[in-house]
T-cell receptor
Framework: SAVISQKPSRDICQRGTSLTIQCQVD?????MFWYRQQPGQSLTLIAT?????????ESGFVIDKFPISRPNLTFSTLTVSNMSPEDSSIYLC???????????FGPGTRLTVL | GENVEQHPSTLSVQEGDSAVIKCTYS??????FPWYKQELGKRPQLIID?????GEKKDQRIAVTLNKTAKHFSLHITETQPEDSAVYFC?????????????FGKGTKLSVKP
């Protein structure tokens, strides 16, 4: 499977600020996604990161709050904007590798908003 | 949209016993059903997946069965070991088939007692 890295691994932020999370994959992948896991909860898809075009957002998530970039087939960023304590979660980058057609997760970014 | 129900929410077994976790889904267009294991503080790890053209798949002590008519699928772990203790998530593909666009169940916390 692909090696996925995320930066930062964790952060503590003040409400009203924004944080950009970076995701780097060691090989080109067609499909890349961002998921959220709230404390003690399951995983929820935020959006599909599309290379060279706007991301596709799931119901309940909007571009103004979670802008996503995907400039190439190995890199993506997710920004959590104007944060509130309810945004405290683990944010996970994930990819579908072209040879396995299965979804693999990055290590996650643990965000705490005070 | 797709909805995935997972039972039980907690499961405790003795080492060496079998464990079974069951999931139901609502969207008959779903055709991909992975299972993830998440240990405390770690990313979800894909342990097995099944596609709708197959009724059963096995990998050593782990097996998954799929009943498309009844819209349910199950994870079977035999000869459980303490290292099997973790939270297990089932998922189903939404929007009719993208392996990355998954709807997750709420998870089952499995405890294997030595």
């Amino acid at each position: 499977s692909a090696v996925i890295s995320q930066k930062p691994s964790r952060d503590i932020c003040q409400r009203g600020t924004s944080l950009t999370i970076q995701c780097q994959v060691d090989s080109q992948v067609t499909m890349m996604f961002w998921y959220r896991q709230q404390p003690g909860q399951s995983l929820t898809l935020i959006a599909t990161a599309n290379q060279g075009s706007e991301a596709t957002y799931e119901s309940g998530f909007v571009i103004d709050k979670f802008p996503i970039s995907r400039p190439n087939l190995t890199f993506s960023t997710l920004t959590v904007s104007n944060m509130s304590p309810e945004d405290s979660s683990i944010y996970l980058c994930s990819v579908v590798t072209d040879h396995t057609w299965s979804l693999f997760f990055g290590p996650g970014t643990r965000l705490t908003v005070l | 949209g797709e909805n995935v129900e997972q039972h039980p929410s907690t499961l405790s077994v003795q080492e060496g016993d079998s464990a079974v976790i069951k999931c139901t889904y609502s969207d008959s267009a779903s055709n991909y059903f992975p299972w993830y294991k998440q240990e405390l503080g770690k990313r979800p790890q894909l342990i097995i997946d099944i596609r709708s053209n197959v009724g059963e798949k096995k990998d050593q002590r782990i097996a998954v069965t799929l009943n498309k008519t009844a819209k349910h699928f199950s994870l079977h772990i035999t000869e459980t070991q303490p290292e099997d203790s973790a939270v297990y998530f089932c998922a189903a593909s939404s929007h009719g088939g993208s392996q990355g666009n998954l709807i997750f169940g709420k998870g089952t916390k499995l405890s294997v007692k030595p």
